[in-house]
């Protein structure tokens, strides 16, 4: 049952070991400490104990659990497994030390503890204790060997040598051959420590005695019992060839850069021979030498230029020993070294390995750890020093925690409004030359919370619609926008109580909720209701709803539906009309008269103008277009007819177009004298120069101030019969609206505004017509339904 846990949990660990090893929460640390190093002997069984993690950490064996303890191993294989329950350290498959390590020794395994809350990291060591199961192999099982016959004693001859995996004391220790007359055998050492044999010639030998030798070669190593491997040696006695080759240096040393390109000449050797014939023809070869130098290198037997045959990698082998044997063709050998040394060269970039990754935060939140990462190069030297780093224009920070280990935290509280992701790419540079870099880039979201207001697109908006509308016809929409997400930027639109509190809202308009579209609810009358302010209010759908608010002021357009109505001259009313006076001496452009009238409707609907459709003497009068005057359009002559009729026809802008026409009767006088007629500039001098002029023109002023405020007082007594006729008939003047001697004009066609005009007649007037004063502008009320007629009423008495 334990073990079928340790299985679950072990594999269980594997699955979760590049997702989250640890995080910390809002203000969390990470503490860093060196526990220890721990040994275990290569070859033991899965499930072996090592230790007991909880003592050696000090903690509770029920604390592992609870702290949810991790260990990650380096590299892609999990070593090691961790029973929560016992808290013991435990084997999770077989270690081969000369897999983990090769030759290195010691070898050390790296592993670290991972604890939460709070969070800790305890690093370890565990030593893998070498044991003696490799026996030493030499790379070839039988060697030949030529000797000239008259070699001396004390010769020596070097012979391949055997290899064992193991290290340490259970390495190769010496070389034995078996006992005979003529040879014993040397161990000798290299730079890297790895023993080599050597045969020793003890005495001399005889070609005609024994012409060839037979021996054994035994490689033993130090273990306990120890292990052994032989090779044959066979010893051919060569005639006496007296020289051998000798290389011009004994050793060759080389630098090489690891990325060289293949078949680059990386060292030649060189050897003479004294001898003459085939006795000095010289010829190069290895000697002894591994399968990887043979794959690594290639010798020209004939030149001794030395090749690269494959690419080499300083990160595996940094140092190659190679012996070179310069024979001659009496068999006679000289022996070399070539000491290859391999150079750096910056072709590993940087590699970065997630531990933990957290993949969205909430906005608002403070400092939030997003990532725990380690970084490593293969290189060494500079090449293998790194810098980590991310774009400055984030809101993330990189902190240092442990060695090659990195926590990417928030720098401040993110705003999803602003932004809603982050693409954090992590960079890691080298310090070599060219540097070489890894990017990773972590793709985080914000997730959003409900901290914005619906926002109009528009603090105010103004709507026109057209009067007489048809009920629910749209008016127009409104629109507002959430900067949140989700249900938090769902906006519902309402009508908010409007500020005057006897606006009748809900008949007027209605609002959709989730579209935001206004529509009438009634029909609209221009005259009754020009505008209303509507105040909209837009909520959001989060837990704590936010709102806002527009102000929605609706313009109802004029309909043409008011025909122009004429106030002066008045319509006859039973009575004779009264005429306009003009004297016969009136030269052109004399003011006759001016017809007056309003509109009930509004802008250019209320436009009016004035036309003369007929009169009894076409060329004789002229009306103008645009304010009803009625001139002269040339001196009158005594030929003229004395009384004229005028038709004159009102009409306003609208589409279509709506009018009003008035008859205007004209009297031609000789009543008036020449000085009070309005005349060119220069005639008024010559008028001063005659006094007796001066004095007629007085009295002729007195008597047409008389006529004319007879006429005031006909067309004042007209004008309240025909009130007090309107009266009967639905029509109501609201008294004390103006003041009794002022006259409200409204909407008139050739008035930009409403005017009060005060009537009064000109002392000094040399014609005697009405003049108008300077307006007194008054603030008129909008019209409510049923009051056209009263305003009409009340307009009827303007005249000019």
Same mark, same amino acid.
């Given at each position: 049952? *334990?073990?079928?846990?340790?299985?679950?949990?072990?594999?269980?660990?594997?699955?979760?070991?590049?997702?989250?090893?640890?995080?910390?929460?809002?203000?969390?640390?990470?503490?860093?400490?060196?526990?220890?190093?721990?040994?275990?002997?290569? *070859?033991?069984?899965?499930?072996?104990?090592?230790? #007991?993690?909880?003592?050696?950490?000090?903690?509770?064996?029920?604390?592992?659990?609870?702290?949810?303890?991790?260990?990650?191993?380096?590299?892609?294989?999990?070593?090691?497994?961790?029973?929560?329950? +016992?808290?013991?350290?435990?084997?999770?498959?077989?270690?081969?030390?000369?897999?983990?390590?090769? %030759? &290195?020794?010691?070898?050390?395994?790296?592993?670290?503890?991972?604890?939460? #809350?709070?969070?800790?990291?305890?690093?370890?060591?565990?030593?893998?204790?070498?044991?003696?199961?490799?026996?030493?192999?030499?790379?070839?099982?039988?060697?030949?060997?030529?000797?000239?016959? #008259?070699?001396?004693?004390?010769?020596?001859?070097?012979?391949?040598?055997?290899?064992?995996?193991?290290?340490?004391?259970?390495?190769?220790? @010496?070389?034995?051959?078996?006992?005979?007359?003529?040879?014993?055998?040397?161990?000798?050492?290299?730079?890297?420590?790895?023993?080599?044999?050597?045969?020793?010639?003890?005495?001399?030998?005889?070609?005609?005695?024994?012409?060839?030798?037979?021996?054994?070669?035994?490689?033993?190593?130090?273990?306990? $019992?120890?292990?052994?491997?032989?090779?044959?040696?066979?010893?051919?006695?060569?005639?006496?060839?007296?020289?051998?080759?000798?290389?011009?240096?004994?050793?060759?040393? !080389?630098?090489?850069?690891?990325?060289?390109?293949?078949?680059? /000449?990386?060292?030649?050797?060189?050897?003479?021979?004294?001898?003459?014939?085939?006795?000095?023809?010289?010829?190069?070869?290895?000697?002894?030498?591994?399968?990887?130098?043979?794959?690594?290198?290639?010798?020209?037997?004939? +030149?001794?230029?030395?090749?690269?045959?494959?690419?080499?990698?300083?990160?595996?082998?940094?140092?190659?020993?190679?012996?070179?044997?310069?024979?001659?063709?009496?068999?006679?050998?000289?022996?070399?070294?070539?000491?290859?040394?391999?150079?750096?060269? @910056?072709?590993?970039?940087?590699?970065?390995? %997630?531990?933990?990754?957290?993949?969205?935060?909430?906005?608002?939140?403070?400092?939030? /750890?997003?990532?725990?990462?380690?970084?490593?190069?293969?290189?060494?030297?500079? @090449?293998?020093?790194?810098?980590?780093?991310?774009?400055?224009?984030?809101?993330?920070?990189?902190?240092?925690?442990?060695? #090659?280990?990195? &926590?990417?935290?928030?720098?401040?509280?993110?705003?999803?409004?602003?932004?809603?992701?982050?693409?954090? &790419?992590?960079?890691?540079?080298?310090?070599?030359?060219?540097?070489?870099?890894?990017?990773?880039?972590?793709?985080?979201?914000?997730?959003?919370?409900?901290?914005?207001? $619906?926002?109009?697109?528009?603090?105010?908006?103004?709507?026109?619609?057209?009067?007489?509308?048809?009920?629910?016809?749209?008016?127009? +929409? /409104?629109?507002?926008?959430?900067?949140?997400?989700?249900?938090?930027?769902?906006?519902?639109?309402?009508?908010?109580?409007?500020?005057?509190?006897?606006?009748?809202?809900?008949?007027?308009?209605?609002?959709?909720?989730?579209?935001?579209?206004?529509? =009438?609810?009634?029909?609209?009358?221009?005259?009754?209701?020009?505008?209303?302010?509507?105040?909209?209010?837009?909520?959001?759908?989060?837990?704590?709803?936010?709102?806002?608010?527009?102000?929605?002021? !609706?313009?109802?357009?004029?309909?043409?539906?008011?025909?122009?109505?004429?106030?002066?001259?008045?319509?006859?009313?039973?009575?004779?009309?009264?005429?306009?006076?003009?004297?016969?001496?009136?030269?052109?452009?004399?003011?006759?008269?001016?017809?007056?009238?309003?509109?009930?409707?509004?802008?250019?609907?209320?436009?009016?103008?004035?036309?003369?459709?007929?009169?009894?003497?076409?060329?004789?009068?002229?009306?103008?277009?645009?304010?009803? *005057?009625?001139?002269? =359009?040339?001196?009158?002559?005594?030929?003229?007819?004395?009384?004229?009729?005028?038709?004159?026809?009102?009409?306003? @802008?609208?589409?279509? =177009?709506?009018?009003?026409?008035?008859?205007?009767?004209?009297?031609?006088?000789?009543?008036?004298?020449?000085?009070?007629?309005?005349?060119?500039?220069? =005639?008024?001098?010559?008028?001063?120069?005659?006094?007796?002029?001066?004095?007629?023109?007085?009295?002729?002023?007195?008597?047409?101030?008389?006529?004319?405020?007879?006429?005031?007082?006909? !067309?004042?007594?007209?004008?309240?019969?025909?009130?007090?006729?309107?009266?009967?008939?639905?029509?109501?003047?609201?008294?004390?609206?103006?003041?009794?001697?002022?006259?409200?004009?409204?909407?008139?066609?050739?008035?930009?505004?409403?005017?009060?005009?005060?009537?009064?007649?000109?002392?000094?007037?040399? +014609?005697?017509?009405?003049?108008?004063?300077?307006?007194?502008?008054?603030?008129?009320?909008? $019209?409510?339904?049923?009051?056209?007629?009263?305003?009409?009423?009340?307009?009827?008495? !303007?005249?000019?």
């Amino acid at each position: 049952m *334990e073990e079928s846990a340790m299985k679950a949990g072990g594999e269980r660990f594997l699955r979760q070991r590049q997702v989250l090893l640890l995080f910390v929460l809002l203000g969390g640390a990470l503490t860093v400490c060196e526990c220890g190093r721990y040994s275990v002997a290569e *070859e033991k069984e899965r499930g072996f104990f090592i230790a #007991n993690l909880a003592k050696d950490l000090g903690l509770r064996v029920g604390e592992l659990a609870a702290r949810r303890a991790q260990v990650v191993s380096k590299g892609s294989k999990q070593h090691f497994q961790l029973n929560h329950q +016992t808290g013991d350290l435990l084997l999770n498959e077989k270690l081969d030390r000369e897999e983990l390590c090769g %030759l &290195t020794e010691p070898c050390l395994l790296d592993f670290q503890v991972l604890l939460q #809350n709070p969070l800790q990291l305890f690093t370890n060591e565990l030593q893998v204790i070498d044991v003696n199961d490799h026996s030493p192999i030499f790379l070839e099982n039988e060697m030949q060997l030529k000797i000239l016959e #008259n070699t001396p004693p004390g010769t020596r001859f070097l012979l391949g040598n055997a290899e064992d995996l193991d290290v340490g004391k259970n390495s190769l220790r @010496n070389y034995t051959v078996i006992p005979n007359p003529y040879f014993h055998v040397s161990t000798s050492s290299r730079r890297d420590g790895r023993k080599y044999p050597e045969l020793v010639l003890d005495k001399g030998l005889d070609r005609e005695t024994q012409a060839e030798l037979h021996l054994t070669l035994t490689a033993l190593d130090g273990g306990s $019992p120890p292990r052994s491997g032989s090779a044959q040696i066979h010893v051919l006695v060569l005639d006496i060839n007296d020289n051998a080759p000798e290389f011009t240096q004994s050793l060759y040393e !080389v630098q090489i850069l690891e990325d060289s390109a293949l078949n680059a /000449v990386i060292v030649t050797v060189s050897a003479t021979d004294l001898d003459t014939g085939d006795f000095g023809a010289i010829t190069y070869a290895f000697s002894h030498a591994s399968e990887e130098i043979r794959k690594t290198f290639q010798l020209d037997p004939v +030149t001794g230029d030395i090749q690269l045959l494959k690419y080499l990698d300083f990160e595996a082998i940094r140092t190659y020993e190679v012996d070179i044997e310069a024979k001659d063709g009496g068999g006679l050998s000289g022996k070399s070294t070539v000491l290859i040394q391999v150079m750096d060269v @910056n072709d590993n970039a940087p590699e970065l390995t %997630l531990s933990s990754l957290t993949s969205s935060i909430l906005e608002n939140a403070p400092e939030t /750890v997003v990532s725990i990462f380690r970084i490593r190069d293969r290189d060494s030297g500079d @090449n293998g020093k790194m810098i980590c780093s991310i774009p400055d224009n984030l809101p993330f920070i990189l902190k240092p925690t442990f060695k #090659n280990f990195y &926590t990417l935290l928030t720098e401040r509280p993110l705003d999803r409004e602003e932004r809603a992701e982050y693409n954090i &790419t992590i960079t890691v540079t080298d310090l070599g030359t060219p540097r070489l870099k890894t990017e990773h880039t972590i793709r985080v979201l914000v997730s959003d919370v409900n901290d914005n207001a $619906p926002t109009f697109t528009q603090t105010s908006y103004t709507l026109f619609v057209r009067e007489n509308n048809s009920p629910g016809l749209h008016l127009g +929409t /409104v629109s507002a926008t959430d900067r949140d997400a989700g249900t938090n930027a769902q906006v519902t639109y309402s009508l908010l109580p409007p500020r005057d509190p006897h606006l009748p809202l809900a008949s007027l308009v209605a609002i959709h909720a989730d579209r935001g579209h206004l529509f =009438a609810q009634r029909a609209l009358d221009f005259e009754a209701l020009r505008a209303f302010e509507v105040r909209v209010g837009a909520a959001d759908a989060g837990s704590q709803a936010l709102s806002s608010e527009a102000l929605v002021r !609706v313009e109802v357009l004029d309909d043409n539906d008011h025909a122009p109505l004429v106030l002066y001259p008045p319509p006859p009313n039973g009575s004779a009309p009264c005429p306009e006076l003009v004297p016969r001496a009136a030269e052109a452009g004399y003011l006759v008269s001016k017809v007056v009238a309003v509109d009930g409707d509004a802008g250019q609907n209320a436009w009016l103008s004035y036309q003369l459709l007929k009169a009894t003497e076409p060329g004789l009068f002229r009306v103008w277009t645009h304010n009803g *005057e009625v001139r002269t =359009a040339r001196p009158l002559s005594e030929r003229d007819a004395a009384q004229h009729r005028l038709l004159v026809l009102v009409q306003d @802008n609208g589409e279509p =177009a709506l009018s009003a026409s008035v008859t205007l009767h004209v009297l031609l006088v000789d009543g008036f004298s020449q000085p009070y007629l309005a005349r060119p500039e220069g =005639a008024h001098d010559q008028a001063q120069a005659d006094g007796l002029t001066v004095y007629l023109v007085i009295a002729l002023a007195s008597v047409s101030s008389l006529f004319l405020c007879s006429v005031l007082l006909f !067309v004042a007594v007209r004008l309240c019969r025909r009130r007090r006729a309107a009266w009967e008939g639905g029509c109501s003047v609201p008294e004390g609206r103006f003041p009794s001697h002022l006259v409200d004009v409204s909407s008139t066609g050739t008035l930009s505004q409403s005017y009060q005009y005060e009537v009064y007649m000109t002392g000094d007037s040399r +014609t005697g017509e009405f003049k108008f004063l300077k307006p007194i502008t008054s603030n008129l009320l909008v $019209p409510e339904p049923g009051r056209e007629v009263t305003e009409n009423c009340r307009n009827s008495s !303007v005249f000019s």
